[in-house]
């Protein structure tokens, strides 16, 4: 059975930092892209990175690019979100995502498998 457990989420203020985590089981999980997708309330679901297994293998949507860094440890079955500098603008649940993925700027409807979702509220 395919789990994705998102932890570490909470409340914080502007400028602040959290590292979100992310427990895969069930499925071959070096086989798969990672991703950390957000999603404010009235607004579509968005891709914030993604990783593969390999050096340099990351992207990052432009907005969080030298604010967050996504990394994984594969012997562990984690995928991480280190994020600094927060704004009110990054608050949204955060959803950990893993599919087969060609293009790691893919969207959403090309994971298989997600996690219920981690609160981020960014007070200002």
């Not at 427990?23 to 957000?38: H, I, L, N, P, Y």
């Not at 992207?59 to 690019?65: E, G, L």
């Not at 594969?74 to 280190?82: D, E, I, S």
């Not at 996690?115 to 200002?124: E, I, R």
Request: aromatic share 12%.
């Amino acid at each position: 059975q395919v789990q994705l457990v998102e932890s570490g989420g909470g409340l914080v203020q502007a400028g602040g930092s959290l590292r979100l985590s992310c427990a895969a089981s069930g499925f071959k999980f070096r086989e798969f892209v990672m991703g950390w997708f957000r999603q404010a309330p009235g607004k579509g679901r968005e891709l914030v990175a993604a990783i593969r297994e390999g050096f340099g293998n990351t992207y990052y949507d432009d907005s969080v690019k030298g604010r967050f860094t996504i990394s994984r440890d594969n012997a562990k079955n984690t995928v991480y979100l280190q994020m600094a500098s927060l704004s009110p603008e990054d608050t949204a649940v955060y959803y950990c995502a893993a599919g087969r993925i060609l293009r790691l700027s893919d969207g959403a409807s090309e994971y298989d498998y997600w996690g219920q979702g981690a609160q981020v509220t960014v007070s200002s």
